[in-house]
Each structure stands twice: as structure tokens, then as C-alpha cells.
């Protein structure tokens, strides 16, 4: 049952066979087992204590003959940046939070419970979504400590969705949520060896989340088939008039995902193979290439190279930016949370960072939170003009791309294999490959999905597309999947075996 995927669960728990208390049951069991025991990945940040009686209604509401749909009882994990109107917390991972409750449900939150989905408990990420200090450790927070990677227990989860794709990964859960600014749900996903979703700005409700910045932050699925993202995709979607991004979108229809998975062809679909953004490391390309090969065989038309237009300055505005919105955006983010939040500004926060440096500023620092109120006490007038720029050279750049070649997606290399853990120095990433910044400041939806192993550790392959493109990518994703097979089952590894 842990592998298994979410139709599988759904059909044993609808049958009577399951039930939802005992997959709830034995995803918790598993938990105890390799999370916080054994080999002690340390995913999961907290369970929920009421998990029992929500898991016994929806028993009975099955035993009465009402299914809520295809994620009726079926457990799923959410990342501690995301608000349940329950007795867990949502801290972001900081101990400035701990204990801290949200007065209501995320927008998302409260979909997926209309599905009949069992929030089963929050996962662990990198603190403050990883936008706290420079030089850190992806997977630490002063509230849940470290996130392995399970395939290689030395080896770094990524982040800052750390926890939602480690816990997918072990089994802990059928799927999970994550959430991004740029690249936190594609580079656990990659590292972890599962697929992830980060989707068009927009479709998914931000209220309820705590955010870094309003232009660039979405929440997206994580799971082991892009069957089964499409599957949450679907229940987390729907029109939120407190959310800026929607109601400029404007109301879209709500879409079941899975009826354009496909049957498998990709006949007259015309990819572009992204080589500027795929770095020259060659055992990443070696895996990048047979991919390649997968989608040749599967009737795609690859277009190699493309071209893609220079976008020029696009970090150094992206970080701009990123100063730019997140006091604001933090500060009304906390204003929701009531009187008895411990924190309720930025200003509060790095305070209380520094009289605690002992628990939370002992491996890295803070100096991103004190980069945003630099940038909030000098104004925003640079930071909209920054922000404008950069999202008209990072759509220009995807859009043109697409257009000029008549083409359905890019592809490109995710990443690469996870890094090892180091406390001291923090992340070390260098695997020369960019798949995730022009989606992210475009707004624009990334798909990555398992392609292939480099000494033990998994990587992935990456499908990026025009705004509001997610059923085209997921039946991409869906027809590589199943040809390549590359997912696999973590074997908790103390190291990499070479």
C-alpha cells in the first residue's frame, strides 16, 4: 500500500478491504518506523491528532454509500507553510511559530478536505520557505531539525518542499503539498525521485500561506505518477476571491486533470530541448540524452537546440524582488493568524531570532529577513519596476521560444543528484543547470518527473510550458513516465553506495 498509487488506495478503501482508519493506521505506523525511528528521514514536522475520528467519519460515510470522489479517505501531507484551522500548527518550520495555530483552513486545505482527503500532518521544509538566511541548509528548520534524503540518508532532500518530498518518496503518505517561489517543489521533487508540479500563478489559491512573495509564490502537488498529480491538482483547485492572482486571472473552470493524461503517444507533439539551461555536467547530460531518446520513441518531434532569448539581470531582479514583497506580504500574512500570534512583523521575527541564536541561527543566518526590511524601509518603487521587468523577459523568453518554433513545451534536465548534507557550509549545488528560474518568475507551470539515477540518487526531467498549459504538460510528463520507468523505492542508504 505505502508505493501503491492513489487509485489503487482509493479502490481498496472504497472496497471495504482498507478502509480509511487502516491506511491512516498503517501510513502512521510507517512513520513511527523510518521517520522517527530507523533510519530517521525526519519528514514529517507533525501528525494530526485528530486523524483517528476524521478517518472514522469517512468510513462512514463510505459504509452509507457516499464517496466524496477519487481522494475520499485517502492520506495526504501537507508542508508546514500551509494553514489547517485545526489543533496542528503552521509554523514554517521556525520555533517563532511553535505551537502557533491557524484560525482557519488554506483555501486549498479546505478543497481537499471537501474531496475527502485525510490531512494526515505537515511535513518539515527549509525555515521561512528557505528565505531566511544565505549559505543554508536545505531541509533544516529550528522546529523540525534536519530532512534527509531517503535513498541516501547523507544526502540533501532539497528544498524548501524538503519534507512533502521525502515523505512521498518513503511512503509516508499517498501524495503531498508543496509550495514554491523558484524551485521548491521541482528541486526535492527531483532530488527525491518523484514527480512534482509547479503550476501557472493563479490556479492555485495562495490565502492561508505563508509567503515569501506574492508574484512568484504557488502551492503544487508532489507525488509518485503524475496520474496522481493530476489527481490533487484537480481537488486543489477552484476561484478564491481573496487571492489577487485569481481575481486578476479572473474565474477559470475547475478541471478533472486526468482526462489529459492520455493513452501514452506523443505523436505530433514538437519539444524544444533547452541546452542552455542544462549545464555541461557530463553524467547529468548522459541521463538527459536517453531521455531524449524516450521521447523520440514515444512520436515526439524534438527540436534540438532551441534558442532561447538572453535574459540578462534575471537573478539580480528576481532577488530584488523577492526583498521587495516579502515584508509586506509576510507581515499582512501574520496579521490573519490573531492577537496571540508570538510574532506579528518581520521586525518582531528577527528580534526574536536573535534572542533565541542559540536554537535557530546556529547553523546559518538571517540576513534575507534583514535584506526585506532594508528593502521595505527604502520603498517599492525599484521593486515593481524590477518585477515588471523581469516577468516580461522571463514570459518573453518562454512564449517567443514556443512560438518561433511551433512548439508544445520545452524540456530540460531538473537538476541533479542530491548533494551531501553539510551543516556547516550549507547547500552545494553544482550541477550548472537552470530549469527552474524562467518558469518561476514567469508564473508559468514546471512539471518534473523521474528520469534516471546518477551513482544511486535520482534525477529528473523537466516539461515547462505557457501559462495556464498544465494538461498538455501533465500528459507529456504522463507519456515519459511510463515509458522511461524510472522511478524507484528508496532503500534508506546510511551513504551513496558507489
Partial sequence: MEFGSIAELAREIAGGGTGVRKAAEAYIGRIERLDRNG????????LNPDAMEIADALDRELAAGKSRGPLHGVPVLLKDNIDTGDRMATSAGSIALEGSTAPRDAFLVSRLR???ALILGKTNLSEWAN???????????????????????????????SGSAAAVAAGFCAAAVGTETDGSIICPAQTCGVAGLKPTLGLISRTGI??????QDTAGPMARSVEDLAILLGAMTGYDPEDAEMRA???RERLDYTRFLGSGELGGSRLGVARSLAGKNPKILAVFERSLETLRKLGALLVDPVELPKTPRLGEYELEVLHGEFKADLDAYLATRGADVPVKSMEELVRFNEAHADRTLVHFGQEHLIAALEKAAAGQKSCRKARDANRRMARRAIDGTLRRYGLDALVVPSGGPAWPIDLVNGDAIEWGVDSTSLPAVAGYPHLTVPAGFIT??????????????????????HAFERAAGARRDPRFLERVEF
Fill in 114 to 116: 471537501e474531496a475527502g
Fill in 39 to 46: 533510519p530517521r528521514v525526519n519528514s514529517v514536522i507533525e
Fill in 249 to 251: 486571472a479572473g474565474a
Fill in 210 to 215: 505563508i509567503p515569501i512573495a506574492h508574484s
Fill in 131 to 161: 528565505f531566511r538566511g544565505e549559505r543554508s541548509t536545505s531541509g533544516w528548520s529550528s522546529r523540525g531539525g534536519l530532512t534527509r534524503n531517503p535513498h541516501a540518508l547523507d544526502r540533501s532532500a532539497c528544498g524548501s518542499s
Fill in 456 to 477: 544511486g540518487l535520482p534525477t529528473g526531467l523537466s516539461f515547462i510550458g505557457t501559462a495556464w498549459a498544465e494538461p498538455a504538460l501533465l500528459r507529456l510528463g
